[in-house]
């Protein structure tokens, strides 16, 4: 579920972009380090929900947010724009980001907090509240770092070669040029 709900989200673009313009190794474990927090303090949370409010309220609830989801991405994946849309959006934000730290912060902190902050309210991070709230808290914790992890490191790599192949084709337009 993880995975589903990774792919071609704010956090999937981040982890692209920021590969794009950073070393690898330390977007993804700038990256991978808040996802992997994020889902041990979600699935903390779906654990003490049933002992908050009734297992069958939670039981309710979570079939809701599952609903939500899926009518959720099915609305993204119909609707003008979507990926590319949300591309341009991250694209902006990490932009501005830039140019107010003048390039002064980590790429590893920098990693960390946009992807930290991205993900709340998340889809993932509400499946993962909804599942750990029905199933095995550990086993939601290792899905989800595995799903994160795989989506993760496939933006971080699919962004350092898109990369490069867009520097190749700048520096052969440039050198056509001339």
Not at 7 to 35: E, N, Y
Not at 43 to 61: D, E, F, M
């Given at each position: 579920?993880?995975?589903?709900?990774?792919?071609?989200?704010k956090?999937?673009?981040?982890?692209?972009?920021?590969?794009?313009?950073?070393p690898r190794?330390?977007?993804?474990s700038?990256?991978?380090?808040?996802?992997?927090v994020?889902t041990?303090?979600?699935?903390?949370?779906?654990?003490?929900?049933?002992?908050l409010?009734?297992?069958?309220?939670?039981?309710?609830i979570?079939?809701?947010?599952?609903?939500?989801f899926?009518?959720w991405?099915?609305?993204?994946?119909?609707s003008?724009?979507?990926?590319?849309?949300?591309?341009?959006?991250?694209?902006?934000?990490?932009d501005?980001?830039?140019k107010?730290?003048?390039g002064?912060?980590?790429?590893?902190?920098?990693?960390?907090?946009?992807?930290?902050?991205g993900?709340w309210?998340?889809?993932?991070?509400?499946?993962t509240?909804?599942?750990?709230a029905?199933e095995?808290?550990?086993?939601?914790?290792?899905?989800?770092?595995?799903?994160?992890?795989?989506?993760?490191t496939?933006?971080?790599?699919?962004?350092?070669?898109l990369a490069?192949?867009?520097?190749?084709?700048?520096?052969l337009?440039?050198?056509?040029?001339?």
């Amino acid at each position: 579920m993880t995975v589903l709900s990774e792919i071609g989200d704010k956090t999937f673009f981040a982890a692209a972009i920021l590969a794009m313009r950073h070393p690898r190794r330390l977007v993804l474990s700038g990256c991978l380090g808040a996802l992997i927090v994020m889902t041990i303090l979600s699935a903390v949370v779906g654990w003490a929900a049933p002992n908050l409010i009734s297992r069958k309220l939670t039981h309710h609830i979570t079939t809701v947010l599952f609903f939500g989801f899926g009518l959720w991405s099915l609305w993204d994946a119909f609707s003008d724009g979507g990926e590319a849309e949300e591309f341009e959006e991250v694209e902006k934000k990490l932009d501005a980001d830039f140019k107010a730290n003048a390039g002064a912060t980590k790429e590893g902190s920098k990693a960390f907090s946009i992807t930290f902050f991205g993900e709340w309210g998340d889809k993932s991070q509400l499946a993962t509240i909804g599942l750990a709230a029905d199933e095995n808290p550990f086993g939601v914790v290792l899905g989800g770092i595995i799903g994160q992890a795989l989506c993760t490191t496939a933006a971080v790599i699919g962004g350092k070669s898109l990369a490069s192949q867009i520097s190749e084709k700048i520096g052969l337009k440039a050198d056509s040029v001339n």
